[in-house]
């Protein structure tokens, strides 16, 4: 019990700390022992079936799909110009296998810290709501991208909730990862083209 109130202390501190004050390599590095006790503590090694994993992974990117979209509304000015770019976006991206190999392992990294240690932990002591509330704060105050507040902010809060949610209904770490995923990926494809077509316009 003292290990784990140490390393959930750590990960609260390295929330505030990180990306202003700590940079990803060393904040990888000190949350590296949050991982290790997490997949020895927390994950189920039980082999799920193929029907099992394959419901999982194809509502995971339903859903993921479904929540970005949803969001554009409150996220977005133009929520039918950013769809379009999403898709554009995509066929530009997939090119580049590093970086969507990236992606595949910073949002697993981040479901086992921000949703399954977080919420498994604190909800040792605190209802439920709570759990998911306060991991989810902690989540959106590691993500500098959210500020100035505002929509996008919003959005991204809400996400984190939702996030909690479908982690504390499914107990599924690979139902929110691929969630997580599949939204990281449409809303950097969509970037991605924009960057594209700045680049390719005349100055």
């Not at 799920?48 to 419901?55: D, G, K, P, T, Y």
Request: glycine content about 4%; hydrophobic content about 55%; charged content about 10%.
């Amino acid at each position: 019990m003292s290990l784990l109130a140490l390393l959930f202390i750590a990960v609260i501190v390295l929330s505030f700390l990180y990306p202003r004050v700590i940079g990803d390599r060393l904040a990888f590095l000190l949350m590296l022992p949050v991982i290790a006790y997490t997949l020895y503590f927390y994950i189920d090694w039980q082999v799920i079936s193929l029907f099992e994993m394959s419901v999982f992974v194809v509502g995971g990117i339903c859903a993921g799909v479904a929540l970005l979209f949803a969001g554009l509304p409150i996220s977005s000015p133009e929520p039918r110009t950013f769809v379009i770019n999403c898709f554009h976006g995509f066929k530009l991206l997939k090119k580049n296998r590093d970086y969507l190999l990236f992606q595949v392992g910073i949002t697993c990294y981040e479901e086992l810290i921000w949703r399954v240690f977080l919420i498994s932990t604190l909800l040792l002591v605190l209802p439920p709501w709570v759990a998911i509330c306060l991991s989810s704060l902690l989540f959106w105050v590691v993500h500098e991208e959210n500020r100035p507040l505002g929509w996008h902010s919003l959005e991204f809060f809400l996400f984190a909730i939702l996030l909690g949610i479908a982690y504390a209904v499914t107990d599924s770490v690979l139902f929110v990862w691929i969630i997580h995923l599949t939204r990281n990926v449409l809303v950097l494809s969509a970037t991605y083209y924009e960057k594209q077509q700045a680049k390719a316009m005349p100055s």
